[in-house]
Nanobody
Framework: QVQLVESGGGSVQAGGSLRLSCAASGYTGSSACMVWFRQAPGKEREGVAG???????TYADSVKGRFTISQDNAASTLYLQMNSLKSDDTAMYYC???????????????????????WGQGTQVTVSS
């Protein structure tokens, strides 16, 4: 069974950094499309960063130049390095996955949360200013 577990959230001052991790089991990174989503209170869940096979990454405009998504397939772990954090980054962050065959394309980013059947429990990021 596919399981995703996020960690690394916390409270940080504006301008600080955090590194989120998503430990995956039940599948490999090379056979899944993976996306970091976030959801702030009262707002829609939005895609933050996505990564596909060969390390191809894409980002929401609001985080370009500040966030970096990466994965360690051997460790079955997805990461989100967040730098220069702003108060607007405060949200619950989730990793999500969609299983695909090796050569299949991923949904276009930003994808709908409905495109991703598998989700972690979330990790809270709070940025104070």
């Amino acid at each position: 069974q596919v399981q995703l577990v996020e960690s690394g959230g916390g409270s940080v001052q504006a301008g600080g950094s955090l590194r989120l991790s998503c430990a995956a089991s039940g599948y490999t990174g090379s056979s899944a499309c993976m996306v970091w989503f976030r959801q702030a209170p009262g707002k829609e869940r939005e895609g933050v960063a996505g990564i596909a096979r060969w390390g191809r990454a894409t980002y929401a405009d609001s985080v370009k130049g500040r966030f970096t998504i990466s994965q360690d397939n051997a460790a079955s772990t997805l990461y989100l390095q967040m730098n220069s954090l702003k108060s607007d980054d405060t949200a619950m962050y989730y990793c999500a996955a969609r299983l695909i065959l090796e050569n299949w394309a991923c949904p276009e980013f930003p994808g709908s949360p409905a495109n991703y059947p598998y989700w972690g429990q979330g990790t809270q990021v709070t940025v104070s200013s």
